[in-house]
């Protein structure tokens, strides 16, 4: 192995270290921070008519009257052996339910990626060639306000204009068992918008600055110089440096396109991973809450880490030793 491999290798290998680190400290939070939730599962599960006995017993049965100490050793045991544990509402795995949230929650994130990223970017570097001037502008006001609108609104305003006035598509997001791929995008093409307008305004504002930062840089300039063609010098040279805060940005908000969608999945009755970390809450589900959230963070490393990676490949301090 070269010396430039293994500085590269070093730092990813560092970044990995950091990322476990981060999900041991991170389940560590989520189960202490289940515990303190309000409310008992027992009671939960039986309802406000049920005699405090059986109560008692109930939650004996689930474990909840153990030490914490215990309860946190049993569980993470188990999850390391892949065991998500039991859910107490619906008393069986608890993977299956997250399989299929986190499924939901995939679609509807990629057809959002799908959408914003390219639109993103390509604004970004726009705005960035036409610093100062009208269009830059217009992408950069329009990306603020349409960053600055809660879901929720945006998310309503949608379902009233394009569901409900000119009937042109479903308002729910869930397509129903076994419809077909066009159907299920026709269902996921509203909520899917109040996601593209948040995201819009920071992956195109990253794009942008980071394009201004390289078409100033030396090698730019050098590039100029040498009688290269502005497209030629933008697509070589440009485009690969300037996108290095962009890919961070992107890794940043995969974590809240799997996990935080709680109010748009609410919104369009979707069945996703947020949702059902959101119901698990209300019902006091601890080992669904808990590994939801964890899967979520799972997610998020992994977003991170391939962000990580390709900054690496792309940066040429990293490839080139300074891991540092």
């Known amino acids: 192995m070269s010396s430039r491999e293994g500085h590269v290798t070093t730092y990813l290998l560092r970044r990995l270290g ?109 705005a960035a060639l036409y610093v100062g001037r009208g269009l830059d502008r217009v992408v950069s006001v329009s990306g603020l306000s349409a960053a600055t609108v809660p879901e929720f609104v945006s998310g309503i305003v949608v379902i009233i204009i394009f569901g409900v006035e000119l009937k042109w598509l479903p308002v729910t997001a869930t397509a129903g068992s076994g419809a077909s791929v066009p159907s299920q995008l026709q269902h996921l093409i509203l909520p899917a918008i109040p996601l593209v307008l948040i995201l819009f305004g920071y992956i195109a504002r990253m794009a942008r600055a980071g394009t201004i930062e390289a078409l100033e840089s030396d090698y730019a300039r050098t590039a100029t110089l040498k009688g290269l063609k502005r497209s030629v010098v933008i697509r070589r040279h440009v485009l690969r440096n300037s996108l290095l805060p962009t890919i961070t940005v992107i890794a940043t908000q995969t974590g809240y396109l799997i996990g935080g969608l709680v109010v748009v999945e609410t919104l369009f009755n979707y069945q996703g991973i947020g949702n059902l970390i959101y119901k698990a809450a209300l019902a006091k589900d601890f080992p669904m809450f808990e590994a939801g959230i964890l899967i979520i963070g799972v997610v998020y490393m992994v977003a991170t880490l391939v962000a990580d990676t390709l900054s690496t490949l792309l940066n040429p301090r990293l490839r080139f030793g300074s891991a540092e």
């Open 18 to 126: 950091l990322a476990l680190i981060t999900l041991w400290l991170l389940s560590l939070i989520v189960f202490f921070a289940g515990q303190v939730l309000p409310g008992d599962p027992g009671r939960a599960i039986l309802g406000n008519l049920a005699t405090p006995g059986a109560v008692a017993t109930l939650d004996h049965q689930l474990g909840v009257d153990r030490p914490l100490l215990t309860q946190y050793w049993t569980w993470i045991t188990g999850l390391l052996h892949g065991d998500l544990g039991l859910s107490y509402q619906y008393r069986s795995a608890v993977e299956p339910f997250i399989q299929a949230a986190i499924i939901n929650s995939v679609k509807l994130a990629a057809l959002a990626f799908i959408v914003v990223v390219p639109l993103g970017i390509f604004g970004g570097v726009v």
